[in-house]
């Protein structure tokens, strides 16, 4: 009897310190979990893999819908349904593991991302070319088209097709040329050129070191569908024509 009476005190003890044990780790571990970034008293949630998932997925879906562009903060919040905060230690988890590149502001960057800027250029679309009666065109920039690395040989720029004098080949109204800045051409190229009358785009052929300009529509005339400039400064040359982008 008085065996059993010393092993209940000596259990009594014991769990007294287990006790003081537990309540001890349970504060150290408040205090891990606590972040001062969070407002002093919050414990930090932990965050689920699935929403980590959610989230990188959405960051490389609107990349491919956005040619390449992240969205902001402010997309993560209405798309996740989070807070700001929330958001934001979501993204940063994202960044610690690798799966994105955050630079605190806008830009989150993941690996189709990566991948879509290193095979995609952005070029600059600068106006209207006259596919016809040549016409003076003022340059400006009106927007940028995220264009394959393929097609791309030294600096280009996007024009937007007006007429009809090229349809033979495939440009037509509103189409967009890929044009490769160039001062000289070779027979048969199709060239982006100034003439005395002003601007247009035409297939370039030399005949005696005469200067042809020539229409691809056989339902023009043969005096219609050639032209002999006395004076031809050669813009670029066509390398691509894209359809179907608005």
């Known amino acids: 009897m008085q065996n059993i009476v010393c092993n209940k005190k000596i259990f009594r003890k014991q769990n007294k310190k287990f ?28 965050m689920s893999e699935e929403k980590l998932q959610k989230l990188a997925r959405y960051i490389d879906q609107y990349a491919r819908d956005n040619n390449g562009e992240s969205p902001s903060l402010s997309d993560i919040m209405d798309y996740m349904g989070m807070v700001k905060s929330t958001a934001y230690r979501h993204v940063m988890e994202l960044e610690k593991r690798g799966i994105i590149s955050y630079n605190g502001k806008k830009t989150l960057s993941s690996s189709v991302q990566r991948k879509m800027h290193v095979m995609f250029r952005r070029i600059p679309i600068v106006g209207m070319i006259i596919c016809g009666t040549p016409d003076e065109q003022e340059e400006h920039i009106t927007g940028y088209l995220a264009v394959p690395e393929e097609w ?27 044009v490769k800045k160039a001062e000289t051409a070779n027979d048969g190229d199709v060239v982006v050129a100034l003439t005395e009358d002003g601007n247009t785009l035409k297939r370039l052929f030399w005949e005696n070191g005469r200067p042809r300009l020539h229409a691809e529509n056989s339902t023009y005339s043969a005096k219609m569908r050639d032209l002999y400039p006395r004076e031809l400064t050669i813009q670029g040359i066509a390398l691509k024509v894209i359809k179907d982008i608005r």
């Open 152 to 178: 791309i040989d030294g600096e280009c720029f996007l024009l937007e097709a007006y007429g009809d004098s090229m349809i033979d080949i495939g440009i037509d109204k509103g189409d967009l040329i890929l």
């Open 19 to 46: 006790r003081k044990d537990i309540d001890k780790c349970k504060f150290e571990c408040y205090n891990r979990t606590n972040s001062s970034e969070m407002g002093r008293g919050v414990v930090m949630r932990v």
